[in-house]
């Protein structure tokens, strides 16, 4: 794993999509506290259980936080993308350890911010404390809305929820989305072969479609019928 010199430290810090309205000297301290990691597909950044030491974001690639069940299943949490922060609980509560697993999906650069030197950043600077509270409360009602979806609605309005929910967080109403149906169906909480089944049907409806690199295609008009 390598870290990055401090200009592509700070041009890092500066792509988040929390930090990136901050004043200057406000995006230079957070780069001062952090640090840039490199992983391979496949690798594991934290393990559920582990101390929280750092609050991370992706600068680059994909990773998904997920639990392993008392079953043995893994159930995904978030699919997290570039510009956006993970493992806030060390941040809020000093030695928890983190409650999920965090691997990468795709070749990645994670940021590093240790928990420490965060809150003392927070008490001299009220807009960092700001913008992390903004993080806090989408995370929040994110998680609200995925409640409400796995609990609430049959395989087919909770798969299309989701993949609207996806969609609106990239911020564009038809928006490219990359991920196995394995690994929706670990977000969603069904089979794979249901996630199957359904996406034919999506695909069928012209609801969704995929392009030559794999990437799904949206159309929210057409999916809002199934989310009901």
Known sequence: ???????????????????????????????????L????????VFI????????????EGTVRAFRTTMLGTEQTLQIVRPGEIFSL??????????????QTIAESWIGFVRNDALRALVQRSADVGWALMQVFGARLRDQTRQMVELTSRDASAKIAAT???LAEREGSGRTGLHFTH???????????????????????????????DGRLIVHPSRLQSYAG
């Open 1 to 35: 794993m390598a870290v990055q010199t401090a200009p592509e430290m700070l041009s890092a810090v500066s792509s988040v999509a929390a930090f990136r309205d901050l004043s200057l000297p406000s995006r230079e301290a957070i780069a001062g506290i952090s640090s």
């Open 37 to 44: 990691r490199h992983y391979r597909k496949d690798m594991y």
């Open 48 to 59: 559920e259980g582990d101390e929280s030491e750092f609050l991370c974001f992706l600068h």
């Open 89 to 102: 609980t060390g941040f809020l509560h000093s030695g928890e350890p983190y409650p999920s697993t965090v």
């Open 163 to 165: 993949l609207l929910r």
């Open 182 to 212: 394995r690994e929706l169906a670990q977000l969603v909480g069904c089979s794979r072969e249901t996630v199957t089944r359904v996406m034919r049907e999506f695909r069928e409806d012209h609801c969704v479609e995929q392009t030559d």
